[in-house]
T-cell receptor, first 112, second 115 residues
């Protein structure tokens, strides 16, 4: 069975600073990995996904993530935070013929 | 525009009452999913369906029921057996629940509150 651990339930950064949201996964077979963003009282929106092509994946809104098999990680980064990036972010994993398994989420706050 | 709709946006349930949450998609997706979201707990899978007239229990199916009579629709009933139904409910769909095409697209959610 696969699982996801998101380190830090809440991350706070200053506007213009680097955003780093951490995600580690566990899977016995090659995984597919996803990052989603959720704004208050809304559904989830796909930011980016890794499906065994390039290990560095670029997504919407300037976000990117790098798949590191040796570290079982899929951390999300953005060079410069904007106020509009304040939201909750979810990492998810799927392997084999199973639905996505989501992490517990990381709430990102951006300070002016 | 293609997408997933959920209704109502807010739903109030009285003690002992069954309530049904609607989820409709026009993306021509085969698979559909229901999740429950509680603060700090992420998304937990309630039920999912890979094809019409078939569905599987997720991690927290007790107190819930579903049907999948049409490809476009996957309603969720919260029964009176669910003692703590207050949560945000999210519906999602994908082209298939297997293989590389697992990207799930989400509806806007329904918030269920107990009176």
């Amino acid at each position: 069975a696969q699982s996801v651990t998101q380190l830090g339930s809440h991350v706070s950064v200053s506007e213009g600073a680097l955003v780093l949201l951490r995600c580690n996964y566990s899977s016995s077979v090659p995984p597919y990995l996803f990052w989603y963003v959720q704004y208050p009282n809304q559904g989830l929106q796909l930011l980016l996904k890794y499906t065994s092509a390039a290990t560095l994946v670029k997504g919407i809104n300037g976000f990117e993530a790098e798949f590191k098999k040796s570290e079982t990680s899929f951390h999300l980064t953005k060079p410069s935070a904007h106020m509009s990036d304040a939201a909750e972010y979810f990492c998810a994993v799927s392997a084999g013929n199973t639905p996505l398994v989501f992490g517990k989420g990381t709430r990102l706050s951006v300070i002016a | 525009d293609g997408g997933i709709t959920q209704s109502p946006k807010y739903l109030f349930r009285k003690e002992g009452q069954n309530v049904t949450l609607s989820c409709e998609q026009n993306l021509n997706h085969d698979a559909m999913y229901w999740y429950r979201q509680d603060p700090g707990q992420g998304l937990r899978l309630i039920y999912y369906s890979q094809i019409v007239n078939d569905f599987q229990k997720g991690d927290i199916a007790e107190g819930y029921s579903v049907s999948r009579e049409k490809k476009e629709s996957f309603p969720l009933t919260v029964t009176s057996a669910q003692k703590n139904p207050t949560a945000f409910y999210l519906c999602a769909s994908s082209t298939s629940s297997g293989g590389a095409w697992k990207t799930q697209y989400f509806g806007p959610g329904t918030r269920l509150l107990v009176l």
